[in-house]
């Protein structure tokens, strides 16, 4: 088992799991390989489980036998298939947008996109400054950090907190917002009008990430910045394809001219090859068929608020989740790597998440639902807490 140094001066183990492939037997998908034995995954990424999806694989299949394994260039070089622009148009229209770019991985998109919004400026607090969620992304964190910006960062969803940091800097000519929707630890949700409106306030620029609610919130499923309303041309909204899309890679979706600064001076986006035909075939498909994968999103959902329902009872703190990321978070002072290792022997994968992933004092278990996950397996896994606790 590989292990590498973290900060916190403790060494991480990367686990070494199995994915199920079984496609006779649709119910261990919901299942992973760990040491020798089958146990559910609550700790998955893959919401509405399109990465086993049957018209996914086959599309997937389909690219490759057209493209090859890779575009083998940058898009600005010759890797630009006219099939890319095709699925960047399709979820450029959900958001009422007027461009839509396709990155890699969400992580690479943030930490080089944040330093381009306003284009080639020198690194001065006088013309841009940045203001972000306190509990926002390590990625977002560190493209704030790499664009050399002032950065201040605001109370978690306070609004009156992020106002007075604006009125404090109003002078500056260029400020950016930056949010998650919905936060990957905790599964609350940001208050979109209010942000929305402190933007055109002080004429910011308005950046939020949906990597946690694309497919599972909005009616369309790419997030509640996708739902039907006006939005200002400075906003900027973030997606993912390697959660609730089933694949691999990101998007932004924004005005012509942001796009335009991206295009010529985003180190991420110029330097770096096109995603592989076989990841922009998945993709293709799950665009296509996102829209109408409204009842998986409800049952998701549904499911989401029993769960907290119940851990409420057990005693547990689930903090504001409204969502199908769920912390467990006990007041005791709990050893969570024990409550996980004993849902393990019980046949529940469950992730311990400790400080400084989150605060000190914020330490959990943190669940993440899936459409996999039916409420029959959420009640074998209250009742296995539930046994523990006892």
Known sequence: MLTFNSNNKKNRKLKRISLSTNKSNSNLHSKILYNGQFVYNFSSNDYLGLSKSPKLIKESISWTEKFGTSLSSSRLVSGNLDLIEQIENKIKSFYQAEMCLIFGSGYQLNISVIPSIFGNFSRSSDECIIFSDKLNHASINIGCKISGFKTVRYNHLDMNHLEYFLLKFRHIKNKLIISESVFSMDGDVIDLESLRNLAEKFNCYLYIDEAHATGILGKSGYGI?????????????????????????????????????????????????????????????????MPDLFDKRKELLENSSFLRKKLNQLGYDTLDSKTNIIPMINSKKTDYKKISNVLLKKGFFTSAIMTPTVPYGKERI????????????????????????K
């Open 366 to 389: 943190r669940l993440t639902i899936t459409s996999h996950i039916s409420k029959k397996i959420i009640l074998k896994f209250l009742e296995a807490l539930h046994s523990f606790e």
């Open 225 to 289: 910045t996708a739902l039907e309303s006006k939005k200002n041309k400075k906003e900027i909204s973030i997606g993912t394809f390697s959660k609730a899309f089933g694949s691999y890679g990101s998007y932004i979706c924004c005005s012509t001219e942001i796009a335009k600064n991206l295009i010529n001076f985003c180190s991420g986006f110029i330097y770096t090859t096109a995603l592989p035909p076989n990841v922009l075939g998945s993709i293709s498909k799950a665009v296509e068929m």
